[in-house]
């Protein structure tokens, strides 16, 4: 009985990209989180205490999600301009396209 269990395939968190609303698995995405003291800012490591929401590493989806405030909505705050700023100059270091 334990052969059959340790032969199951794990179960992978997906995630939903707030900027194109696709969902993928968690390892795909940039999680983008909201603190206790209501700073936003991107965290690499996914495991920051806070509010999160999941962004595609591509720039056309930050442009999408910082567009209308989409990442505000999904984080229940509204990001402070400088916070906003941060998220801009992160999403610029990142590939247009996939494979860019």
Not at 46 to 63: D, L, S
């Amino acid at each position: 009985m334990k052969t059959a269990q340790a032969l199951r395939p794990r179960r992978v968190p997906v995630r939903t990209c707030v900027g194109c609303r696709v969902s993928e698995g968690k390892r795909g995405l940039v999680r983008v989180v909201r603190t206790p003291d209501g700073r936003v800012a991107v965290d690499l490591s996914g495991k920051a205490n806070g509010r999160g929401a999941y962004v595609h590493e591509e720039r056309t989806c930050w442009e999408n999600a910082l567009r209308g405030g989409k990442i505000g909505r999904a984080l229940r705050t509204t990001p402070a301009l400088e916070d906003i700023e941060a998220l801009r100059a992160f999403a610029a270091a990142l590939p247009t396209e996939e494979g860019d």
